[in-house]
């Protein structure tokens, strides 16, 4: 079994990238979805959440309010270091489980968002980043998004920098042109991973 973590700026394609793998045969382990069904009504996550934060964080349905508890944590750090606290581990624990369920001759990618900015490359057999330029970056998350400008250029800032992903990069994809362009990439990439998780088998 091969594990790969799987990262990229916001805007930059990873989750094109992703759904790429997916389709060449890799078991995807999407933290993003894992990080919602942890705190899904009724489980362990949410009383944990509710218990730190109020009911307050609660929709009138039961679930969680997601925009009500961003407001609470974004630009607090110590409020983010508390939610994280909690759901960082079950995210992991879920994680690991689904990739024990992986055949031994699986490719596991751990499509993770915040990968370099919270130090994990290290949990990996190898690290694949998608790059793309600021610019590139900005451009898509504008005009295919239809983010507001200022939005956009804060959500990049408060991601690790280009240079810092790039570090602890052992592929890179280069998603800076069209979608044309990074098929043939990803095939390639595909074809790497495959050879190595044999070799390890």
């Known amino acids: ?28 382990v999407d933290a993003d979805r894992i990080a919602r069904e942890v705190v899904e009504p009724g489980t362990e996550g949410l009383a944990a959440v509710v ?14 309010d997601r925009p009500r508890l961003g407001s609470i944590v974004f630009g607090d750090p110590e409020r983010l270091k508390a939610l994280n606290a909690i759901v960082h581990p079950l995210v992991g624990a879920r994680s690991a489980e689904l990739q024990r369920a992986a055949g031994e001759d699986a490719v596991v ?67 800076d042109g069209p979608l044309e362009k990074l098929e043939p990439q990803v095939a390639e990439v595909w074809r790497r991973l495959g050879e190595r998780a044999g070799g390890r088998a």
Do not use: C, W
């Not at 091969?2 to 992703?18: P, R």
């Not at 730190?52 to 929709?59: D, Y």
């Open 1 to 28: 079994m091969l594990s790969v973590g799987l990262t990229g700026g916001i805007g930059a394609g990873k989750s094109e990238v992703s759904r790429l793998l997916g389709e060449y045969g890799a078991v995807i």
């Open 51 to 64: 218990a730190e934060f109020g009911e307050e964080v609660l929709a009138p349905d039961g679930t969680l």
């Open 109 to 175: 990618v751990h499509d993770v968002p915040l990968l370099t900015e919270n130090g994990l490359a290290p949990l990996y057999d190898l690290v694949v980043v998608v790059d793309a330029s600021p610019a590139t970056q900005l451009d898509r998350l504008v005009r295919l998004r239809g983010m507001d400008e200022q939005d956009a250029r804060g959500r990049m800032a408060a991601q690790a920098t280009r240079e810092q992903r790039l570090a602890v990069a052992d592929i890179v994809i280069d998603n």
